[in-house]
T-cell receptor
Framework: DSGVTQTPKHLITATGQRVTLRCSPR?????VYWYQQSLDQGLQFLIQ???????AKGNILERFSAQQFPDLHSELNLSSLELGDSALYFC??????????????FGQGTRLTVV | AQTVTQSQPEMSVQEAETVTLSCTYD???????LFWYKQPPSRQMILVIR??????QNATENRFSVNFQKAAKSFSLKISDSQLGDAAMYFC??????????????FGKGTRLHILP
């Protein structure tokens, strides 16, 4: 168990709809990362938050948005969904560099299927 | 922008043999972090090994070791005594230093490793 919790595990929705994916980071981790993994593909970096503020942005579509709340949990909002948005969405968290661990710990992912 | 390249989409190795997975990266930073993650069929992302760029010594974790060539920007993973449970997708990853303004973690496209019994 990585200590990172993602909900829901599976989500099936129709095109044009909007969904929210939730992530609770490991206790004490300030950084949260979101990644998209399409079938048999690599991990595409979407966005990173650090202590509530957006830190870095990757190839995140305008239809997607995210935020990190004061309790450090994060949500990824996907709107106007298209078939091509079907993927596994990972959340990861990490400690600040300078603390013991430097790697990202991953949640189990949310499998999104758009039909 | 930083990039991570894994040039071997798939590899196969006989059980008990040794295999090396390649990774190159591009960065203008001198201080950064490199990782290998394993993704088995369960799709869970599991850290295999980490390397700090300021350390000259190559990291080792049991049967897993790396060959870190900083000047060449190369970071290969060697798996010794391959086991059936090593079959997975392996991702190389780069983490920026925090002083760069962000410490995002970038992944390569992965290498699928097959273990032949």
């Amino acid at each position: 168990d990585s200590g990172v919790t993602q909900t829901p595990k599976h989500l099936i929705t129709a095109t044009g709809q909007r969904v929210t994916l939730r992530c609770s980071p490991r206790s004490g981790d300030l950084s949260v990362y979101w990644y998209q993994q399409s079938l048999d593909q690599g991990l595409q970096f979407l966005i990173q938050y650090y202590n509530g503020e957006e830190r870095a942005k990757g190839n995140i579509l305008e239809r997607f948005s995210a935020q990190q709340f004061p309790d450090l949990h994060s949500e990824l909002n996907l709107s106007s969904l298209e078939l091509g948005d079907s993927a596994l969405y990972f959340c990861a968290s990490s400690a600040t560099i300078g603390v013991s661990n430097t790697e990202a710990f991953f949640g189990q992912g949310t499998r999104l299927t758009v039909v | 922008a930083q990039t991570v390249t894994q040039s071997q989409p798939e590899m196969s190795v006989q059980e008990a043999e040794t295999v090396t997975l390649s990774c190159t990266y591009d960065t203008s930073e001198s201080d950064y972090y490199l990782f290998w993650y394993k993704q088995p069929p369960s799709r869970q992302m599991i850290l295999v090994i980490r390397q700090e760029a300021y350390k000259q010594q190559n990291a080792t974790e049991n049967r897993f070791s790396v060959n870190f060539q900083k000047a060449a920007k190369s970071f290969s993973l060697k798996i010794s005594d391959s086991q059936l449970g090593d079959a997975a997708m392996y991702f190389c990853a780069y983490r920026s230093p925090i002083r760069a303004g962000n410490d995002k973690i970038i992944f390569g496209k992965g290498t699928r490793l097959h273990i032949l019994p």
